[in-house]
């Protein structure tokens, strides 16, 4: 019994020693994994100011100005006035020392390295364009990242293209005529991003939200975020997650099977722009009352079966005859851009030429064989890589120049 009772005791004894020795090793793997948190996030910290540092010494006077986060906050007035809010972060209306109005976007996304961050300032900083905004700063300390627009006073493009219940500035309907302009500037905006640049550049993410608008109503194409640069003239574009939103986003962005993402995809969003600039509504709504889910529904198909029928596209009983015009342009421009095969698809370069040409020029193209876009569509997987093709028209299908049935 003695024995039994020592045993039991040597036994207790042992286990609680092993009890220490886990609790010293669990202490001491906590320790260590908090350890090496922080080497990380020391490192990382070293790699994102590094990749600041490199950009900052590459591009030189060039460069635009890096700005203190509390310079930032002095122009801002301790971000007073907030002129706009998205997924990206918030736009604030601030004013330089010299008195100049400038707008300010503060990021809210803190995740991911300085270079992805960089390559948002560079591609921006690539561009010199009268219909691309213009990146005057840069803001980069920590997770604290910001970018220093010129302002632009009449605010997005999204405030004055929908009529009814679909409007956010009522008060004012833009003539056909000088949406007309605006189509033209948008495309010629896109034609120097995709062959005026030193560097070929995907915005990827064309919509009404990202066309800024000057005190002239003069179209400025901004939000750089999901740009993707083109170095080369084939390339390989690695996309590891959704790119776009929806309603604009070309099929291929999404699935693979309708080829590959290039500057045909902008293309696609920038006809679905248009289509909703005619409309004066949009062609798609992710949910709620206004879900275009029916073919019926879905605009550009409607579109379609009015020409089809020989009807005017335009509703307004009052619209000149010159006025029909620019609308059937427009309208048939837009058919094109939203073409399913990327090939069918016009380049901007051709965009422009067919909106400044003869009216009779411009044909009317296949009916697009997508219906109506719904979100569960909407899906990429990391491993989906596509192709980032030159921007030689010499493989795309021929438009047709004369006019067809």
């Given at each position: 019994?003695?024995?039994r009772?020592?045993i039991?005791?040597?036994?207790s004894?042992?286990?609680?020693?092993?009890?220490v020795i886990v609790?010293?090793?669990?202490i001491?793997?906590?320790?260590?994994?908090?350890?090496l948190?922080q080497?990380?996030?020391?490192?990382r910290t070293?790699d994102?100011?590094?990749?600041?540092?490199?950009?900052?010494?590459t591009y030189?006077?060039?460069?635009?100005?890096?700005?203190t986060?509390?310079?930032?906050?002095?122009?801002t007035?301790?971000?007073?006035?907030?002129?706009?809010?998205?997924?990206?972060?918030t736009?604030y209306?601030?004013?330089m020392?010299?008195?100049?109005?400038?707008?300010?976007?503060?990021?809210?996304?803190?995740k991911?390295n300085?270079?992805?961050?960089?390559?948002?300032?560079a591609?921006?900083?690539?561009?010199?364009?009268v219909n691309?905004?213009?990146?005057l700063g840069f803001c980069?300390e920590?997770?604290k990242?910001?970018?220093?627009y010129?302002?632009?006073?009449?605010?997005s493009?999204?405030?004055?293209i929908?009529?009814?219940e679909?409007?956010?500035n009522?008060v004012?309907d833009f003539?056909?005529?000088r949406?007309y302009q605006?189509?033209?500037?948008?495309?010629r905006?896109?034609?120097?991003?995709?062959?005026?640049?030193?560097?070929?550049?995907?915005?990827l993410?064309?919509?009404p939200?990202?066309?800024?608008?000057d005190?002239d109503?003069?179209?400025?194409?901004?939000?750089f975020?999901?740009?993707?640069?083109?170095?080369?003239?084939?390339?390989?574009?690695?996309?590891?997650?959704m790119r776009g939103t929806?309603?604009?986003i070309?099929?291929?962005?999404?699935?693979?099977?309708?080829?590959?993402v290039s500057?045909?995809?902008?293309?696609?969003s920038?006809g679905?722009?248009?289509?909703?600039?005619?409309?004066g509504?949009?062609?798609f709504?992710?949910g709620g009352?206004?879900a275009?889910?029916?073919?019926?529904m879905y605009?550009?198909?409607?579109?379609?079966?009015?020409?089809?029928?020989?009807n005017?596209?335009?509703?307004?009983?009052?619209?000149t005859?010159?006025?029909?015009?620019?609308?059937?342009?427009?309208?048939l421009?837009?058919?094109?851009c939203?073409?399913?095969?990327?090939a069918?698809?016009?380049?901007m370069?051709?965009v422009?030429?067919?909106?400044?040409?003869?009216?009779?020029?411009?044909s009317?193209p296949?009916?697009?064989?997508?219906s109506?876009p719904h979100?569960?569509?909407?899906?990429?997987?990391?491993?989906?890589v596509s192709?980032?093709t030159?921007l030689d028209d010499?493989?795309s299908?021929?438009?047709?120049?004369?006019?067809?049935?």
């Open positions: 019994m003695e024995n009772i020592n039991i005791a040597i036994v004894a042992g286990g609680g020693v092993g009890i609790l010293i090793a669990i001491g793997c906590r320790s260590g994994c908090f350890e948190g080497k990380i996030s020391k490192e070293y994102d100011h590094h990749h600041v540092e490199t950009f900052v010494e030189g006077t060039l460069a635009p100005r890096k700005y986060y509390s310079e930032v906050r002095r122009i007035k301790s971000f007073k006035t907030k002129i706009g809010q998205g997924g990206y972060g736009v209306k601030a004013t020392p010299d008195g100049r109005l400038v707008a300010v976007k503060v990021l809210s996304e803190t991911g300085g270079e992805e961050f960089i390559n948002e300032v591609s921006i900083s690539r561009t010199s364009h691309i905004v213009t990146l980069y920590k997770n990242r910001a970018l220093i010129e302002f632009m006073p009449n605010g493009l999204e405030k004055f929908y009529k009814g679909y409007s956010l009522p004012c003539e056909w005529m949406l605006i189509s033209i500037g948008i495309a905006g896109l034609e120097y991003l995709h062959r005026g640049c030193n560097t070929r550049i995907l915005h993410d064309i919509k939200q990202n066309i800024l608008l005190e109503f003069c179209p400025k194409i901004s939000d975020g999901l740009a993707k640069i083109c170095y080369k003239k084939e390339s390989i574009v690695s996309i590891s997650s929806a309603g604009y070309a099929p291929e962005v999404f699935s693979r099977t309708y080829g590959g500057y045909k995809s902008d293309v696609y920038y679905m722009l248009i289509l909703e600039m005619i409309g509504r949009k062609n709504e992710s009352s206004h275009n889910t029916s073919d019926d605009f550009p198909n409607w579109i379609y079966k009015e020409f089809e029928q020989s005017v596209v335009a509703t307004n009983v009052s619209i005859e010159e006025e029909k015009e620019v609308v059937r342009k427009l309208s421009v837009g058919l094109w939203i073409q399913t095969d990327p069918m698809r016009p380049s370069s051709k422009v030429e067919m909106l400044e040409g003869p009216n009779e020029s411009v009317l296949p009916k697009p064989s997508l109506s979100p569960r569509t909407l899906v990429l997987h990391a491993s989906d192709s980032c030159g010499s493989n299908t021929p438009i047709p120049m004369e006019t067809t049935a």
